[in-house]
């Protein structure tokens, strides 16, 4: 049984196949009971319906597959020749919940106790303005914000997954942004879907929950490192995602949206298209830039230092994050799997080989929970690797941290068998089938790497670059890396009053979208340095 299944009905699997079969037809009518539904014909009292003869599956375990097949043929002309009173009535087939629990005690019976609106195979989801129906066939995944359905669309031929959000005013709110500021997306900076941001295609109200209609997507970047058994991705494959989450990026900077939950989880791999082309999906907690609501934000794992120590923060946090999935996808591990807040800095720290800048520390809202100010001027442990920068802060021992928390907190395992950024890349094993003759540019490809990753999970936001800066980076564009990427200054933005309008009465109605205009920065290139960092760099070959 696959992760997640058991949850998926009361007991019983809602099979993709079963789903696929009725949907490839696109018609109730010609709908072939599975196999799996049958037992062996036993004369029914009187009048009798499928219902009552059905209860899923035992001739499966009875007899073996061709067999099965030749019995399920016409089966329903065979039930009524053995009995004329049978009548098939649709209607009376058990549903498969997808929905759990499924039992409605909320919104007259729709909804279970978690506000979900109880969906089953089959269930259909009208949009009532457009009379556009959509089948529900599987379920896709579940989130805090509701249920992502698979659902069939006859009219198109094609599958869609509905996000179908929880029947509760904070989260019906926050959808309605999510919906706008992908429309905006969409419409105003995507228009020919070229930017690897997920199309959103309807949305509606129905049974009083908003569903979000968008294009079908596969499998998440988390699964993709599983199915490879949390081994790295090669580096060619690395650039070429790392390259399409940046066209994503710049775009979303250029409208002044931060993503706030960036992660593998939420990046999609397109089934339609080859070579593989990955979609950034759920923007159900974004926000505008300058609009900062929630400090409370970001996955752990992908946490930035400036939302984990609240300060202000910008679209540079989903740099932060972009950065930890990348490296994620060469290590096939988070690199900063913190167990706790307090773990995740720890982490930081060690691994980069410093701390935020005492700028940030100064201003940032819960800096004293993480560190001491010693008022004095203190020398980081790591000087070689940070140019002797010194600092008025020293972050809190477990122990300080437990005194002034009243909580020990929870320190998570280390995965890698080095600490420095610099080592866990040069020392990750090499793939199996890598050619001696390719070691040497695999080699040179993983400092690349390195010089890129330093750019990303930089604790300094200002300093952190830019989607576009990064965009230049020789990992990137493939280019030979000579010496570390300088990226040069962009001209700062001139200011745009981003306005988000949410229609809040969706149903087919009137988009209202921000009025922006994407600003063209400057393109960069690598000045040579011979700093203390490159030497380093080149140490490793
Ligand atoms: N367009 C899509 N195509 C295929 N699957 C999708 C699509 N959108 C979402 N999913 C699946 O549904 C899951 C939940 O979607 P999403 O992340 O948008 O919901 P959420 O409620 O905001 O989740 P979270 O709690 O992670 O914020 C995803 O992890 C993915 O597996």
């Known amino acids: 049984m696959e992760e997640g299944e058991s949850s998926r009905v009361d007991g019983s699997r809602a099979g993709e196949s079963d789903g696929a079969t009725s949907a490839d037809s696109g018609s109730s009518s010609s709908w072939k009971p599975s196999a799996k539904a049958f037992r062996p014909y036993v004369p029914p009292p009187q009048s009798s319906t499928w219902a009552t003869l059905v209860k899923p599956g ?7 597959k061709p067999l099965v097949a030749r019995v399920t043929k016409d089966i329903l002309e065979t039930f009524q020749i053995c009995n004329p009173n049978f009548k098939y009535s649709e209607a009376l087939n058990p549903k498969r919940f997808l929905t759990n629990p499924s039992v409605g005690v909320l919104n007259d019976g729709h909804d279970n106790a978690n506000s979900d609106l109880i969906l089953h195979v089959n269930f259909v989801l009208v949009n009532m303005e457009s009379k556009q129906r959509y089948i529900v066939k599987d379920i896709l995944g579940h989130g805090t914000f509701g249920q992502v359905a698979k659902c069939w669309v006859s009219e198109t031929n094609s599958y869609v997954a509905v996000k179908i959000i929880k029947n509760e005013p904070a ?4 959808a309605l942004v999510e919906v706008s500021m992908l429309h905006m997306l969409n419409q105003k900076f995507d228009p020919d879907d070229k930017h690897h941001i997920v199309r959103i295609l309807d949305y509606f109200v129905y049974q009083r929950h908003l569903c979000i209609a968008f294009e079908m997507l596969g499998s998440n970047l988390y699964e993709l490192i599983k199915m490879n058994n949390y081994k790295g991705l090669s580096l060619n494959i690395v650039q070429m995602f790392s390259k399409q989450i940046l066209h994503a990026l710049i775009v979303m900077k250029d409208a002044g949206i931060i ?9 999609l791999i397109s089934t339609r298209v080859k070579p ?7 923007f159900g907690s974004a926000c505008m830039e300058g609009r900062t609501i929630y400090s409370y934000i970001q996955s752990r794992y992908y946490r930035s230092p400036e939302v984990l120590l609240g300060y202000p923060y910008t679209t540079a946090i989903d740099m932060w994050s972009f950065g930890c ?6 290590l096939g591990l988070p690199l900063f799997p913190g167990a706790s807040e307090y773990d995740l800095l720890k982490r930081m720290i ?3 080989g410093g701390q935020p800048p005492d700028d940030l520390l100064r201003d940032a809202k819960n800096t004293s929970k993480f560190f001491k100010h010693i008022g004095s001027i203190y020398r980081l442990e790591d000087d070689e690797a940070h140019n002797g920068v010194t600092s008025a802060y020293r972050v809190l021992t477990e122990e300080e941290y437990e005194a002034r928390e009243s909580k020990r907190p929870k320190m998570g395992k280390r995965y890698f068998n080095f600490v420095k950024l610099e080592d866990i890349i040069a020392n990750y094993p090499y793939r199996k089938n890598l050619p001696e003759e390719e070691i040497s540019k695999e080699n040179l490809t993983r400092l690349a790497l ?3 990753l330093r750019g990303l999970v930089e604790f300094d936001p200002g300093k952190r670059w830019s989607p576009l800066q ?13 010496c570390p990427y300088k990226p040069l200054l962009e001209t700062p933005r001139i200011p745009v009053i981003h306005t988000v309008t949410v229609d809040h009465n969706p149903g087919g109605g009137h988009w209202l979208a921000a009025g922006l205009s994407p600003q063209v920065s400057n393109s960069s290139r690598c000045l040579p340095q011979h700093g203390a960092h490159f030497q380093k760099l080149w140490k490793l070959r």
């Open 58 to 64: 035992t001739l499966r375990v009875i007899v073996g």
């Open 171 to 174: 989260y019906y709110q926050q």
């Open 259 to 267: 993503h706030c939950d960036l992660k593998p989880e939420n990046i």
């Open 276 to 282: 593989p082309e990955i979609k950034i999906i759920d």
């Open 325 to 330: 999935i990348v490296a994620e996808l060469f």
């Open 350 to 352: 060690e691994i980069l």
């Open 450 to 452: 390195v010089d890129f």
């Open 470 to 482: 990064a965009s230049h980076h020789p990992f990137v564009t493939g280019e030979p890396f000579t």
